[in-house]
């Protein structure tokens, strides 16, 4: 196919040009304007399904309710080493994990 375009484009003097702003694109717009074509494919609308970012964080918010539920039923309040600190460390670092990439989407959602 681009053999046949190689060909159209020699024998009409025409040049093709193909811009790609957005990397998930739908649709496109063609123009020629002094013997170059020029070929622009822009977003056809609305990203369909959720992204990858909005993935993870729902599935951190289950880890967390887990881990929470978890932390409360195997909490011992003996003194020593009865593990209850490691698991309140891990709810700790689960908690700033979600809290972080929360604000990344944030700034996704709300600042494009």
Do not use: C, H
């Not at 990397?23 to 002094?34: F, L």
């Not at 880890?63 to 593990?83: H, I, N, R």
């Amino acid at each position: 196919m681009s053999d046949e375009n190689d060909r159209e484009s020699r024998g009409s003097g025409v040049q093709n040009q193909i811009n790609m702003p957005y990397a998930r694109a739908g649709g496109d717009v063609v123009g020629q304007k002094n013997k170059i074509k020029t070929t622009n494919i822009y977003p056809s609308g609305r990203y369909k399904g959720l992204l990858p970012i909005t993935k993870t964080l729902l599935g951190l918010f289950i880890l967390d309710a887990v881990f929470f539920v978890y932390g409360l039923l195997a909490y011992t309040g003996d003194p020593g080493d009865s593990g209850d600190l490691k698991r309140a460390l891990i709810a700790l670092f689960l908690g700033l994990v979600t809290v972080g990439v929360l604000i990344r989407w944030l700034r996704r959602k709300l600042l494009g």
